[in-house]
């Protein structure tokens, strides 16, 4: 019991909890005589209409029990430090493309840890490679329905998976994905495509592959590999060309046709990044059926233009005068451009869209989510003291006023001696800040 703890992280107002006197740092030991491992344990014990609930007390060790009656639906009214109470699966893989390993030093602790737990993937939808289960964990996600679930498939052959992810258990993908699907469980996966590794006839494989077990593979994303300055094989793993791109472009849509008359649905999208890349107009939004895959950064810029447009016709003509600067990434400037460009006709209303390089992670990462606050301070130097400068709340841990390089906002504002306005990641967002 002792490595399995529930800590409580949050007591909501005029909750159960607040009445039985609970406190943050507050422990659940039992429900009902069980250790609950994980937020899902938690979740089925409490749906109980009669509650035995033991606590162990933050101050004082004490352990105290309550008998509880309560309807069906009546929550406890807590938030946990951790959706896992017991140790996180990690990840064992050493795969050849791995972000992670290509971290800088001295950044954010989470930043470095590799989970590879399923409860995590069905809970917070983070992706998973299904190389460290056992089959007690298949029958326990397919007896508990714990779907949908994302599974970093990368290829479907064995002897390729294997080598890329550096682990002997890791070419039994499709068995595992057709025993999960037969079951219920909903998929969505994704391929980190590397250029000469799994592209071309692997990648092909791999898309047929996924497509016979539709509709339990509910959609498949393909995005690119992320090199940063710190990883020591740079060479093996090359740029994406327009050309490349662009060819790669062609054979998604084309197979999203095929899959719209086969199957209904897209099935197989491609990051944003690509068509940035490619220098391709993004898919309208019903391409994107409903968006399966945002957090994996698929459709985001469709969205975001969508949103946009529809705002047009209520933008002032003119303001009192003022002035922003607004920062972006490499390719977020890109989806930003026309739109700044647009905005920057409202009389009064001067932008300066500052498209920084991303000098801490190395110019091959160019997405405006993992620009640091060291990139800040290194591209917004020479701005004038009170500049109101406006940033997306992607570049900040979920939460917390914190950079990747555990810079703070605060930080920014007394080095830079601006106004930092950190908005909203939405075309509404930036123009209500705009125009506030």
Not at 149 to 176: F, K, M, W
Not at 222 to 231: D, E, N, Q
Request: charge should be negative.
């Amino acid at each position: 019991m002792a490595n399995v703890v529930a800590v409580i992280a949050k007591i909501e107002e005029n909750s159960l909890a607040e009445e039985l006197g609970l406190e943050i740092g507050d422990k659940i030991l039992e429900i009902n005589g069980q250790n609950p491992l994980d937020l899902i344990d938690y979740q089925i014990l409490w749906a109980n209409e009669e509650i035995e609930l033991l606590i162990e007390k933050n101050q004082s060790s004490e352990q105290i029990l309550y008998a509880i009656e309560k309807d069906f639906d009546e929550g406890l009214g807590v938030v946990f430090e951790r959706a896992v109470f017991d140790k996180m699966r990690t990840c064992h893989n050493r795969c050849k493309f791995c972000f992670v390993e290509q971290m800088a030093p001295e950044m954010r602790k989470t930043l470095y840890t590799k989970d590879d737990d399923y409860r995590l993937s069905f809970l917070q939808g983070n992706f998973i490679t299904l190389t460290n289960l056992v089959q007690a964990d298949l029958e326990r996600i397919k007896n508990l329905r714990l779907s949908p679930l994302y599974v970093s498939v990368h290829t479907t052959d064995p002897d390729l998976r294997r080598e890329l992810l550096c682990n002997e258990n890791a070419g039994q993908i499709l068995e595992q994905l057709k025993e999960l699907t037969q079951a219920g469980i909903e998929i969505h996966a994704q391929v980190v495509l590397c250029k000469n590794f799994n592209d071309g006839a692997y990648l092909e494989k791999t898309i047929d592959d996924l497509s016979q077990l539709s509709p339990g593979i509910k959609s498949l994303a393909i995005v690119p590999v992320g090199v940063t300055k710190f990883r020591k094989n740079l060479e093996d793993f090359p740029e994406f060309d327009k050309i490349y791109v662009q060819g790669l472009i062609q054979n998604i849509e084309a197979k999203q046709k095929y899959f719209k008359e086969k199957l209904d649905n897209s099935f197989v999208f491609l990051s944003d990044e690509f068509y940035l890349r490619g220098d391709w107009d993004f898919p309208e939004a019903s391409v994107y059926e409903d968006f399966p895959q945002l957090e994996n950064g698929v459709g985001l810029s469709r969205i975001f233009i969508d949103e946009f447009e529809l705002l047009k016709p209520s933008l002032p003509k003119a303001i009192k005068p003022r002035k922003y600067y607004v920062v972006a990434g490499v390719l977020g400037g890109q989806v930003l451009a026309p739109i700044i460009n647009h905005l920057s006709q409202i009389k009064g209303l001067e932008i300066d869209l500052r498209i920084l390089e991303n000098t801490f992670f190395g110019p091959r990462v160019t997405v405006t989510g993992l620009l640091t606050g060291t990139d800040l301070l290194q591209g917004l130097k020479n701005l004038e003291s009170g500049a109101k400068v406006i940033i997306p709340d992607i570049l900040l841990k979920r939460g917390e006023s914190l950079f990747l390089d555990n810079l703070t906002p605060q930080e920014i504002k007394e080095k830079l001696d601006v106004e930092l306005i950190i908005i909203n990641t939405t075309a509404q967002g930036l123009v209500e800040a705009l125009l506030k």
